[in-house]
């Protein structure tokens, strides 16, 4: 009943920007922390960003602070994720994830639902 369905990928040059939707399904949204996670080729799934139910509070990795932003829009159900000054290091698949506990997310790293994930490729 649950889904989480990812888009916005796809292939751009280092420099570029790209901009992620999940949309939500199945489950009270506006009571949901949203977050995201990628997983790179021979690498472990790494978080990424996460928001609260709210909006009202962010977290970023360190690896994406000031290039990466997370919003979302509760009358659409969606989360977002805007990527800017991409890197061949930020090529991974990129996993949307929903959690009534934002530390479920943030500092657990283990979410209650997960999306199918969705192709971000960085050439150099």
């Known amino acids: 009943q649950v889904q989480l369905v990812e888009s916005g990928g796809g292939l751009v040059q280092a420099g570029g920007s790209l901009r992620l939707a999940c949309a939500a399904s199945g489950l009270p949204f506006g009571s949901y922390a949203m977050g995201w996670f990628r997983q790179a080729p021979g690498k472990e799934r790494e978080f990424v960003a996460v928001?609260?139910?709210?909006?009202?509070?962010?977290y970023y990795a360190d690896s994406v602070k000031g290039r990466f932003t997370i919003s979302r829009d509760n009358v659409k159900n969606t989360v977002y994720l805007q990527m800017i000054s991409l890197e061949p290091e930020d090529t991974a698949v990129y996993y949307c994830?929903?959690?009534?506990?934002?530390?479920?997310?943030?500092?657990?790293?283990?979410?209650?639902?997960w999306g199918q994930g969705t192709q971000v490729t960085v050439s150099s």
């Open positions: 994830a929903a959690d009534l506990r934002i530390n479920s997310i943030k500092v657990r790293r283990s979410p209650d639902y």
């Open positions: 928001i609260s139910f709210g909006g009202s509070t962010t």
